[in-house]
Structure formats: structure tokens, C-alpha cells
């Protein structure tokens, strides 16, 4: 009886080990494929000064009219400092913005979704953001501990085609999966949300609930399903290939830089048309909302070539 039952409990043991794997790769590789689809991951660049002189002004003017963004801001009331300073600073810049939010708050206007599950919001997010875009073809995601300058991300997809699948950030690896990481805001065109809206009918590729038996992140999941329709992550770049959207704030990149290039702290820390910093303090989105929008050297002409106009209606900086 006692060999007997060693060998039951080798065998759950055994069974138990494979199951674990048997998960993990179901979680990381059976979307890292789509199905009759290429691997293409690549480093996506905004128009060089050079393309942009070779515009006609009318063809300029219309890009910047048509370019319009519509941001998803997922919050809990846990967040509520940095989901009102969210509010109040870069989320004006927004064409659309909108707050969605696990439950209500009396204290700020938010889309409850009743959801506690971070996926499951954010599927819902999605489709409703998507539902009520109206002529808005782009959309960001992104946490409230995120800065963003929405003029430099209108500049990155200012030639991009909403109509063709972009998938845009600060991209990561994870096994055979490209993702783009959460904290430095995700981009994404309208028809990158329109196969999201479609594939998320399909459990068997798009679980709302994980089947893995650990849970993964929602920046995997939705990487996982834009996989599955064929929509890869790419990574923002400016034209020195510095990155354009940052997962770590920007106090942290330059005292990261002051360690490693302390003879050129600033031209070694980040670029001059960066879209996000990741993981800031309510106090510091203040102060780069300051530096970004406020601060002004009198008589300085910066020379853009191109304008975007705020919101109709906007009280943004």
C-alpha cells in the first residue's frame, strides 16, 4: 500500500509540474503567432524635418486637423491624487478624454465599469472607447501615474494611416511575445481597436479570464490578442532612435544619466520629442506640465512647421 501510494503522489506531482508548463506556454507562446502572419516588430519613427518641408502647407494643415486622439485613463479610487492631477494637467490635451474607473467616485467624473479585474476593464475600456470614437482614429491608453505630451504623439502618427494596424510604445520581450509596456502608455489606431473588438468574441484566443493558472499581466493579454489579428508592437523612436515613450519618470532617467554620462547628462537621457514618462508623482506631473506647456524664454521662436490646435472648447495650457 505505501509503494502504491508513492507512486500516486509521484504521479499528481508529475502531473501537477507538467500542467504549470503546459500553462505557461499556453499563456506566452499560443499567441506570440498569429495565424498566417509574419513576425513584424518594428521601430517606428516620426517624419524627419527634411520629409516635412516637402508638404504643401494645405497638406500640412489637414493632417494636423485630421490627427486626433482619444485617451483612456484607467483608474481606481485608490489612485484619486494622481487621477485628479491627471484631470487637471496633460489629459486636457486630449481630443476626447476619458476616466474609467473600477468603481465611482463622488469626488471626479469617471465611466464606472464595475469592474475589479484590471483585463476585464480594460477589455471594456476598449469597447467603449471604440463605441463612441465618433471621427476620433486614434486612441492611448494609459495610467494616470503617466505623463503625456499629446502634441509629440500627434507628431509621431502624423503620416500613419489609422485605417492600417498600429500597435505603439515602449516595447518589451517576454519569451516570443513583443509587448508594449503599460506604464509608458499604449497607442493604438482604429483598426488595431476594431480586430481587438473582434477577436475579443473569440475566448479560445482572447479569454476575458485567464486560463493560465497564474495570472499575467493586461499588457501581455492585449498583446496577445493583437497577435492573434495580426497587429505587432512597435517601438517609438525619434530619428536618433531615443526612445519616445519612457516607463520610468523623468527625474529617474536623468539621475540614471547623471551615473552613466555625467559629461552629457541631458543629451544621454532622453529625446527632445518624447511623448511619455512612466511612474511619476502627482507633484511631478505638476512641475512638467510647468515645464512642458508654461515656461516660456520671451522671444524664442521655435521654428515648428506645424501647429496642433487644442480642442474646441479646451481650457488646456
Known amino acids: 500500500m505505501m509503494s502504491e501510494s508513492s507512486s500516486f503522489m509521484k504521479g499528481m506531482i508529475l502531473g501537477g509540474i507538467f500542467c504549470l508548463v503546459m500553462s505557461f506556454f499556453g499563456t506566452f507562446n499560443s499567441g506570440s503567432h498569429s495565424e498566417g502572419h509574419e513576425h513584424l516588430h518594428h521601430h517606428l519613427k516620426p517624419l524627419s524635418k527634411d520629409e516635412l518641408q516637402k508638404l504643401s502647407e494645405s497638406q500640412m494643415t489637414d493632417w494636423t486637423l485630421q490627427v486626433r486622439v482619444y485617451c483612456l ?105 513583443d509587448y508594449v509596456e503599460y506604464d509608458s502608455g499604449i497607442v493604438l489606431s482604429y483598426e488595431s481597436m476594431r480586430r481587438l473588438i473582434e477577436i475579443f468574441k473569440d475566448e479560445e484566443k482572447c479569454p476575458e479570464r485567464g486560463h493560465a493558472l497564474w495570472k499575467t499581466s493586461e499588457e501581455k493579454q492585449l498583446a496577445t490578442c493583437l497577435q492573434y489579428s495580426g497587429v505587432f508592437a512597435e517601438n517609438g523612436e525619434d530619428a536618433q532612435g531615443k526612445e519616445l515613450f519612457n516607463k520610468k519618470s523623468i527625474s529617474t532617467l536623468i539621475s540614471d544619466s547623471m551615473g552613466q554620462n555625467p559629461a552629457d547628462v541631458v543629451e544621454a537621457c532622453c529625446s527632445d520629442m518624447a511623448i511619455t514618462f512612466g511612474g511619476m508623482s502627482q507633484s511631478q506631473i505638476q512641475v512638467l506640465m510647468y515645464g512642458v506647456y508654461r515656461l516660456r524664454p520671451y522671444g524664442h521662436d521655435f521654428h515648428d512647421s506645424l501647429t496642433f490646435l487644442p480642442p474646441k472648447d479646451s481650457d488646456n495650457d
Open 73 to 177: 485613463i484607467m483608474v481606481t479610487p485608490k489612485l484619486l491624487v494622481h487621477w485628479a492631477t491627471a484631470n487637471d494637467t496633460w489629459s486636457k490635451h486630449c481630443d476626447k478624454s476619458v476616466f474609467y474607473t473600477s468603481e465611482s467616485s463622488k469626488a471626479l467624473e469617471a465611466m464606472d465599469l464595475q469592474e475589479q479585474d484590471e483585463w476585464a476593464r480594460l477589455r471594456k475600456a476598449i469597447k467603449h472607447a471604440y463605441e463612441n470614437a465618433g471621427d476620433l482614429r486614434w486612441f492611448f491608453v494609459a495610467r494616470p501615474t503617466t505623463f503625456a505630451i499629446i502634441e509629440n504623439l500627434k507628431y509621431l502618427v502624423l503620416d500613419k494611416d489609422p485605417s492600417q494596424p498600429f500597435y505603439i510604445g515602449h516595447t518589451e520581450k517576454s519569451g516570443e511575445l
